[in-house]
């Protein structure tokens, strides 16, 4: 027997999570010119980084030699005074993933179980696999979540409820009034973990107060993170916000020095960057409506999105989808197929400046020439 069989099952079935495809690596396969691709595959902001940070991050190289603080002390201020809780509410963690990962390894355990819906995003449940527990795939309704039924799932054994509000990668959400009640419903032992990514690019109208939920709910866990509207992806900053029992929890078992210096300078600015944030939110609407647009001219249907991405719906066999993914690669242009999310007939898009959403509906009205 090898080491690699003494590996628990559970472990050894992972199928590891496949990253949109970057630019460097459609260079080398197809000896394109980096500066003629585009991606729109990974919902990154294509406005690029906050200034704000931007300098703060340069001002940081200056001390790299440094370890970073292991508290995050003055990120964690500006939080709290950002969104009124304490800072004993708060825990960073690199990119939003690793305080997802924080909370499962806490409350999931071979035995129990976590839910989430049908089409939500692929890390809940490879976290829930890497903790030896069962997951609950609930079907969802209309590709969003279907509270109901979420509930109908709940189990003795259910110790999590994953909930992307927007959710990744359709783009659907969850009505403020509908998802209170539903955490009202949940019995007070199971966690619900409310994934908010996307917050900021919702509109006024459309977001849920869900910080002020956390006075009356223990079981109540929100992430949140820099790297899509403050333009923070590469250096992996996310945070959660939980009552501070559980919070200390899960600093308990992070890593001592989980989010870097670098990222702790670039957040903190960030969050004073309100016009980037502003101007990456009404980038972000105003694509959003021509690409619709777009789309119906050329009669390609799409998922409606709350998120800075589109999810479209080609017709026909799963094959004709990934001869179209392929066509426009070698046009250079990068989306995300979404087969492993069991939406093979599917491609996600991120919004773009306009020359990129411009770029796409060409490069897609070409594909869909070469597909007929």
């Known amino acids: 027997m090898n080491l690699f069989e003494l590996a628990p099952e559970y472990i050894r079935a992972i199928q590891p999570y496949q990253p949109g495809k970057p630019i460097s690596e ?6 394109l010119d ?7 595959a990974s919902n990154e902001n294509p406005l690029g980084t906050s200034p704000l940070a931007r300098e703060a991050m340069i001002q940081a190289l200056s001390e790299s030699a440094r370890y970073p603080d292991g508290s995050g002390f003055e990120l964690k201020v ?5 969104l009124g809780v304490s800072a004993e509410q708060i825990v960073l963690g690199n990119g939003s993933n ?14 129990t179980s976590a839910i989430y819906s049908q089409y939500a995003f692929a890390i809940y449940p490879l976290l829930v696999q890497a903790a030896g527990a069962r997951g609950i795939t609930v079907p969802a309704r209309n590709y969003g979540h279907d ?12 110790r999590i409820i994953f909930i992307a509000n927007p959710n990744n990668p359709t783009g659907t959400l969850c009505d403020a009034r509908d998802l209170l009640r539903f955490i009202e419903r949940v019995s007070p032992d199971v966690l619900v973990i409310l994934d908010q990514a996307y917050d900021e690019y ?3 109208a459309n977001k849920t107060n869900s910080v002020a939920w956390l006075k009356n709910f223990q079981n109540l866990v929100i992430t949140h993170t820099f790297s899509k509207a403050y333009g923070l992806a590469s250096v992996r900053v996310g945070f959660a916000l939980a009552h501070a029992d559980i919070a200390n929890l899960m600093n308990r078992i992070r890593q001592p020095f989980n989010v870097n210096s670098i990222g702790l300078a670039a957040a903190q600015a960030a969050l004073d960057d309100v016009e980037f944030v502003k101007l990456s939110y009404m980038t972000n609407r105003t694509g959003m409506q021509r690409m619709i647009a777009g789309l119906d001219r050329l009669g390609v249907g799409f998922i409606p999105s709350f998120g800075n991405f589109v999810s479209i719906q080609i017709d026909g066999h799963q094959a004709d989808t990934l001869k179209i993914y392929k066509s426009l690669l070698q046009q250079g242009v990068i989306v995300r197929p979404l087969g492993n999310y069991g939406m093979p007939n599917h491609l996600r898009v991120t919004i773009g400046i306009e020359e990129e959403n411009k770029r796409f509906l060409y490069a897609l009205e070409q594909a869909l020439k070469e597909s007929d």
Do not use: H, Q, W, Y
């Open 147 to 158: 509270l109901e039924a979420m509930l109908d799932a709940i189990t003795p054994e259910t």
């Open 98 to 111: 690793d305080v997802l990962e924080l909370a499962s390894r806490i409350f999931l355990r071979p035995g």
């Open 34 to 40: 980096k500066n003629e691709v585009i991606k729109l």
């Open 202 to 204: 919702l509109p006024e």
């Open 78 to 82: 500006a939080l709290s005074d950002r």
């Open 26 to 31: 459609l260079v080398r396969d197809l000896g």
